[in-house]
């Protein structure tokens, strides 16, 4: 087994380094072989140009795929973002793993806030349609608003803080665990 995280800032770790990641603690927790694919800055579209030589070469068991959130401050439009995710899941069930979506955290900029949390609708019903299983970190890290993220969380309003990283790597560890188990054939 062996699991690749896709994505941009948010599965690198930044600011810190990837072993502070959501992403390196949960799979250290689990036992498994991992790769880190997180670029800070990256797009869906960046994602997939960079797919065949960051994932499909590794061939990994599964695929962790979150981004999104650079593509809406660079003003792309939540239909062409959830178009590129789908395009990235096609492309890892063409490599025979195993596709996990994960829902993006919130932000605390209104504008791009609404944006992705049209972006995170259209996440879901993707999820639902092609029957991906998702990890959801929004839900754990939005305030009572439901439009920002909770203080304790972040440092700049956008990326996650060390209590941040350590909170989505318990989620993912819980997520993944159950998803694991789901599919491991009983001894």
């Known amino acids: 087994m062996k699991i690749v995280a896709l994505g941009d800032s948010i599965t690198y770790g930044y600011p810190y380094l990837p072993e502070q990641s959501w992403f390196n603690m949960a ?93 995170r609708d259209g996440l879901k019903q993707l999820a639902a349609r092609m029957t991906i299983p998702s990890i959801d970190f929004h839900a754990a890290l939005v305030d009572s608003s439901g439009m920002r993220i909770k203080e304790e969380y972040h440092i700049d309003g956008l990326h996650p803080n060390e209590a941040g990283y350590q909170l989505m790597g318990v989620i993912a560890t819980e997520a993944l665990s159950q998803l694991l188990r789901e599919k491991t054939p009983e001894a």
């Open 27 to 119: 799979a250290k927790k689990l036992n498994v072989a991992y790769i880190n694919c997180g670029v800070n800055g990256d797009t869906t579209t960046g994602m997939l140009r960079r797919f065949e030589k960051a994932v499909a070469a590794e061939n990994p068991s599964h695929v962790i795929v979150m981004g999104g959130t650079n593509d809406v401050y660079g003003a792309e439009r939540p239909e062409t973002i959830v178009a590129n995710i789908e395009k990235l899941i096609r492309l890892v069930q063409q490599c025979d793993a195993a596709p996990i979506l994960g829902i993006p955290i919130p932000c605390n900029d209104r504008h791009e806030e609404a944006i992705l949390s049209l972006y």
